[in-house]
């Protein structure tokens, strides 16, 4: 039994199913995914849990390579697009262009966050690189 870190079991079955160059998000409780497109749905009411500690935890367990998030949530969320800049160097695409690139994830993990554009999406890197 883990004693730290991410304890759900289908999201930590899925960190560690990722390989070099897969893609995944981490995404608010609104971000529509396309059909096909498994969801770990975290999400236990509107703000439960925030994107930002699943973010952290998330980081904790796997090596990110890339980060895209959505060009809008300067404007609309700006503690969500420091943290990006800061945590991850996400580039910024249009949200239309976001939401796009979704259907080329392995997993989306959805939150229960309830401020908009907290979305990132990740490419997983290698550690020894």
Known sequence: M???????AG??????SL??????AVADSG???????PVI???IAYGLPRFAPVLELILGEVTVEAAWG??????????TAELLAKKVGAQWLHHEEFKARIVECRFVVRT??????????????????
């Not at 883990?2 to 759900?8: D, E, P």
């Not at 959505?70 to 503690?79: A, G, L, T």
């Not at 229960?112 to 020894?128: I, T």
């Open 11 to 16: 999201l930590m079955s899925a960190l560690v």
């Open 19 to 24: 390989r070099h160059t897969d893609l995944f």
């Open 31 to 37: 971000l529509p995914v396309p059909a096909g497109v």
């Open 2 to 8: 883990r004693t730290a870190g991410i304890v759900h």
């Open 70 to 79: 959505s060009r809008e949530v300067s404007e609309h969320n700006p503690e």
């Open 112 to 129: 229960g966050e309830d401020r908009p554009y907290a979305n990132v999406l990740l490419r997983a890197g290698v550690p020894w690189l």
């Open 41 to 43: 749905d975290l999400g």
